[in-house]
């Protein structure tokens, strides 16, 4: 079992930018895949960005790309979402979440974390 907790959501303003950071315990069979999904408000839960189980490949859905970055520190199993020039429609619950597998855009993910809330707005 994986347990997942993401911290660093806020209250941020137009073109601010934002790390979010979500812990991992649990597990002793390695690193999992990493992902970021986000459920703005009246919107379904979607796809961030996923950094790979092994090599570190990462990957981007449209709305993160260029602006958003993805990195994880193995020794401390912690994955971080850099989110630059955010705007308000970025104002979303931001679940972080692990697999084995790490279906790129998909939201089959096996474990989930609570969620940290980013608002965006002037």
């Known amino acids: 079992q994986v347990q997942l907790v993401e911290s660093g959501g806020k209250l941020v303003q137009p073109g601010d930018s934002l790390r979010l950071s979500c812990a991992a315990s649990g597990h002793t069979d390695g690193p999992y895949a990493m992902g970021w999904f986000r459920q703005g408000p009246g919107k379904d839960r979607e796809y961030v960005a996923s950094?790979?189980?092994?090599?570190?490949?990462?990957f981007y859905a449209d709305v993160a790309k260029g602006r958003f970055s993805i990195s994880r520190d193995t020794a401390k199993n912690t994955v971080f979402l850099q989110m630059n020039n955010l705007k308000p429609d970025d104002t979303a619950i931001y679940y972080c979440a692990a697999d084995q597998d790490g279906p790129v855009g998909s939201l089959d993910w096996s474990y989930w974390g609570q969620g940290t809330a980013v608002t965006v707005s002037s």
């Open positions: 950094i790979n189980r092994y090599d570190g490949g990462t």
